[in-house]
């Protein structure tokens, strides 16, 4: 079970590190259909156990985000990034 607080990939700083806990798409306003967003998040490697790091962030506005996850770098946008579920890592 797990006892870590999540909080959304998007609302997370530069440095964050944790495991995705799930993808939640109701969350996340991309102005795509929720079924889409869940599947384009998958296909970039976005699942469920998942480490990722925060690395960077826009200057303004902190749009968009530079992600690492497993040994690939992605951009998102913070509000696509709303839709990931994370916790710390211990």
Do not use: C, K, W, Y
């Not at 200057?59 to 709303?82: H, K, S, W």
């Amino acid at each position: 079970m797990n006892t870590r607080p999540t909080i959304a990939l998007g609302a997370a700083r530069v440095g964050f590190r944790g495991r995705i806990h799930a993808i939640d798409t109701e969350r996340g306003g991309a102005g795509l259909p929720a079924g889409e967003l869940e599947r384009r998040l998958i296909e970039l490697g976005f699942v469920e156990g998942a480490n990722v790091e925060l690395l960077h962030q826009g200057l303004f506005g902190g749009d968009p985000i530079a992600v690492r996850i497993a040994n690939t770098t992605i951009g998102l946008r913070r509000r696509e990034a709303m839709a990931i579920l994370v916790s710390t890592e211990a």
